[in-house]
């Protein structure tokens, strides 16, 4: 049977029927099982594992454990039964039952990396999938395929299938079909769906549409339902790459659609230990793929979320400068400008503007930081330092270094102010700690620069060893030093 299987699916792809899984689906059909054991028996053993005798219990659990692998997808789906005692039987069954990863059609490659699979932590299962993965040729695709049918821990199972979602379909995946679709059989897992649809891909893209829209529709259901089979990254990964492939295919609803979907459902989810994903991102998103049919529907769906807070606002004004549309953008900038704002909160926005590249607006920000906060501050301090950085690239140094100059004076006599701007800064979450030695030694690095263009050498250097001495790991310094005019070989 297993010859003849791998003949058919063969003799598909000479043929010119092609390799889709259109086709692949009605093999599976054909070559059913490689074993005697029909899905009938198997399915009787499985209900004789809510017997009420001991001994027809016994001898059903024995018959699944010695089927192995060709009883797995049955028992699967029976870890889910309505009766809890062939739920759970089901599940230990899974658990002991002997799969042999390493098969001998394998690579010697294959073989190393997959031996001893069974008996490894999931961290380390997940480390042989990627070694799996970078295996050249596509040569691991076949075993990424056996994991992602027969891995116990479904979380795995499902790593193992996104990580064959992220290939490029190519020449690798038509050369190694045969064997994929060996390992994959007629399973309906999850993991096997996806798969089996990615190879549907190479032929039918746009076919495959709608069956993906259910597969993902499922997996979130799973996770909404707070499911153990799956979890937040893996939904999101999936989602992602949905979202990648209607934006190939320039599929303007669907693309908007899918970006729409992982916003709602991580701001659904918000956890601790994942970060949450917005309508900064989605605009973000429109922004680096220029989808500017895109963001008109995220305009007419999500118009008044997009115009509740400044962040938000931000980000739309940027697209919609980036889109072309500059009056329109400049508009919404400086309604986001003119919204009620905390300091904290306008430097943290003011640094998601300097990733977008809008440098006016950030200057804008930090200047009402600055009005509004006490010059012996951490906010004044730190929209200080992110204004002196655009004055330096502008080479206003005199104007960089006045500026952290005046926070300085402030403090300067005055311990209490200078120990509570310190507390303030290392209790900023989610900013990279700086302490104070830091924006003093920015302060004498833009002096330094200032000596130079007025060409006094001896302050210059003077400045720039005072700001090394302070921060010897800014790179801008130790250049500045090596480049001072009349240094010597032994300075340099």
């Known amino acids: 049977m297993r010859v003849l299987r791998l003949a058919f699916v063969l003799g598909l792809i000479f043929l010119g029927a092609g390799w889709a899984l259109a086709d692949s689906t009605s093999t599976a059909s054909v070559a059913s099982s490689a074993t005697d054991a029909s899905k009938a028996t198997i399915q009787k053993l499985i209900s004789q594992l809510g017997d009420e005798q001991f001994a027809v219990r016994r001898h059903a659990e024995e018959e ?27 599940r230990y069954i ?59 821990a479904p979380t795995v199972a499902r790593r193992a299938a996104l990580t064959i979602l992220d290939r490029e379909p190519s020449a690798e995946a038509k050369a190694r079909l045969a064997a994929c679709l060996e390992e994959l059989s007629s399973s309906q897992r999850a993991p096997v769906v996806w798969i089996k649809l990615w190879l549907r891909e190479l032929t039918d893209r746009k076919g495959t549409i709608k069956d993906w829209d259910k597969a993902v529709e499922a997996e979130v259901a799973l996770l909404k339902e707070e499911s153990l089979e799956t979890n937040q990254e893996l939904v999101y990964e999936l989602l992602k790459r949905r979202l990648e492939t209607c934006n190939d295919m320039h599929l303007v609803d669907e693309t908007t659609t899918s970006l729409l979907r ?16 917005d309508l900064r991102w989605a605009l ?37 400068h980036r889109a072309g549309r500059e009056d329109e953008g400049e508009k919404l900038a400086k309604k986001a400008f003119g919204m009620q704002s905390t ?32 010059v ?23 104007r960089a270094g006045e500026l952290l100059g005046e926070f300085f004076d402030t403090v300067k006599d005055d311990r209490a102010a200078l120990q509570r701007v310190t507390q303030e800064l290392s209790s900023l979450a989610g900013m990279v700690q700086r302490d104070i030695n830091y924006y003093a030694a920015k302060r004498e690095f833009y002096r330094a620069n200032e000596y130079k263009k007025e060409n006094q050498p001896d302050k210059e250097r003077e400045a720039l060893l005072k700001s090394s001495r302070l921060n010897d790991g800014d790179p801008d310094v130790l250049i500045a030093m090596y480049r001072l005019k009349d240094a010597n070989p032994e300075f340099r």
């Open 64 to 90: 699944l454990v010695r089927l192995g692998p060709e009883a797995f997808d049955q028992l699967k789906a029976a870890e889910d039964a309505a009766d809890l005692e062939v739920a759970e039987r089901a």
């Open 262 to 277: 992982v916003v709602d459902l991580f701001n659904e989810r918000v956890s601790p230990d994942r970060f949450v994903v």
């Open 376 to 398: 012996a501050s951490a906010d004044s301090l730190i929209a200080r330092e992110d204004l002196a950085t655009w004055l330096h690239d502008r080479e206003d140094f005199k």
């Open 94 to 152: 899974i658990q002991r039952m002997r799969v042999d990863w390493v098969r001998a059609e394998d690579s010697p490659e294959i073989r190393r990396t997959l031996a001893r699979y069974g008996d490894l932590s999931q961290p380390e299962r997940e480390k042989r999938i990627a070694k799996l993965n970078e295996l050249k040729d596509g040569e691991g695709l076949p075993a990424l395929c056996r994991i992602a049918r027969l891995e116990p």
């Open 343 to 374: 300091p904290r909160e306008r430097w943290a926005v003011e640094k998601q503007l300097a990733a977008l590249g809008f440098v006016e607006w950030c200057e804008r920000e930090c200047r009402r930081v600055i009005e509004d906060s006490p």
């Open 284 to 320: 973000k998103w429109i922004i680096d793929h220029k989808r500017w049919d895109v963001l008109e529907q995220v305009e007419t769906q999500r118009g008044d979320d997009l115009q509740a807070s400044p962040e938000v606002l931000y980000y739309l004004a940027a697209a919609e």
